[in-house]
C-alpha cells in the first residue's frame, strides 16, 4: 500500500514538474496572438476570435531555401514562432528551418525556452550537444534523420559536405528564444568589458578586441 502510494505521489510530482517545465498549458482552443494590444503578458492576449482566419494558423516562409547572407558563418535561421504565426500563441510548438552554405556553421548557441528536434532535409551535418558535465554528445546526421539538442544545452550545427545543406527544426515553445554564445559575450549592447572577457578567456586585451572586431565585420 505504501508502495502504492509513493508511486502515485512519484507520478503525481512528475505530472506537477511537466507542467512547469515548458510553455504554460493553453486554458482555450485558441487565442490568436494580438500583437499590437499593448498588453504585457506572459505571451500574447488573445485576438477577438471573430477576427480569426485560417492566415493566423499559417505560414509559408520556411517552404523555400533562403538566402545565405552571412558568409563567414554560411548558415541563415528562418523562423517560424508565435512572432510569424499568431495562431501559436499558447500552443506550446514552434519550427524553424535552417540553411547552410557549404561548410557552413549554426554556431553554438542555446534555446532557453525549448528542447530542440532536427530533421535533415537535405544533405549531412555534424551536428552536437555540450552537456553540464561538459561532455560532447555529437553525431553526423544525413537527410532524413533526426537529432535532438536537449532544452537550454549548448549545440551546433556544421555542413560537413561541400553540398548545400538544410535542416527543419521543431520546439517544444511557441518561442523557443536563442542565445549565441560568440555574439552575447563579444557583441551585446553596451559591451561586456574587456578584461573580463579577457580573464574569462585567459586571453590580452588585444585580442578580446580582435574577436569583437570579427564578428562586427
Ligand atoms: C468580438 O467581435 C464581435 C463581433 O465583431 C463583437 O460583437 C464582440 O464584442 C467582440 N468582443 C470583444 C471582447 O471585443
Ligand atoms: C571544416 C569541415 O567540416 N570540413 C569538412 C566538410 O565536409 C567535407 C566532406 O564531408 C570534409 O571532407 C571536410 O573535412
Redesign the pocket.
Known amino acids: 500500500m505504501a508502495g502504492v502510494k509513493a508511486v502515485v505521489l512519484v507520478v503525481l510530482l512528475a505530472t506537477a514538474i511537466g507542467a512547469f517545465a515548458n510553455d504554460p498549458d493553453m486554458l482555450q482552443d485558441v487565442c490568436v496572438a494580438n500583437t499590437a494590444s499593448g498588453i504585457l503578458v506572459n505571451g500574447f492576449p488573445c485576438k ?4 480569426v482566419t485560417a492566415d493566423d494558423f499559417f505560414f509559408a516562409g520556411i517552404s523555400q531555401p533562403v538566402q545565405i547572407t552571412s558568409k563567414i558563418l554560411g548558415s541563415k535561421v528562418t523562423a517560424a514562432n508565435v512572432m510569424d504565426i499568431p495562431g501559436l500563441n499558447t500552443l506550446g510548438v514552434s519550427m524553424a528551418r535552417v540553411d547552410f552554405a557549404p561548410y557552413g556553421l549554426n554556431p553554438p548557441h542555446i534555446h532557453p525556452r525549448a528542447t530542440e528536434i532536427i530533421y535533415v532535409l537535405q544533405g549531412e551535418l555534424f551536428v552536437g550537444f555540450i552537456t553540464t558535465a561538459n561532455k560532447l554528445i555529437s553525431k553526423v546526421v544525413k537527410a532524413g534523420e533526426v537529432f535532438v539538442f536537449p532544452r537550454g544545452l549548448a549545440h551546433f550545427q556544421k555542413n560537413t559536405s561541400k553540398y548545400p545543406t538544410a535542416v527543419l527544426a521543431a520546439f517544444n515553445s511557441q518561442l523557443p528564444g536563442t542565445q549565441q554564445f560568440a555574439a552575447a559575450l563579444f557583441t551585446s549592447n553596451p559591451p561586456v568589458s574587456n578584461d573580463i572577457l579577457a580573464q574569462a578567456f585567459n586571453i590580452d586585451e588585444h585580442k578580446v578586441e580582435m574577436i569583437r572586431a570579427g564578428l562586427t565585420a
Open positions: 477577438n476570435i471573430s477576427m
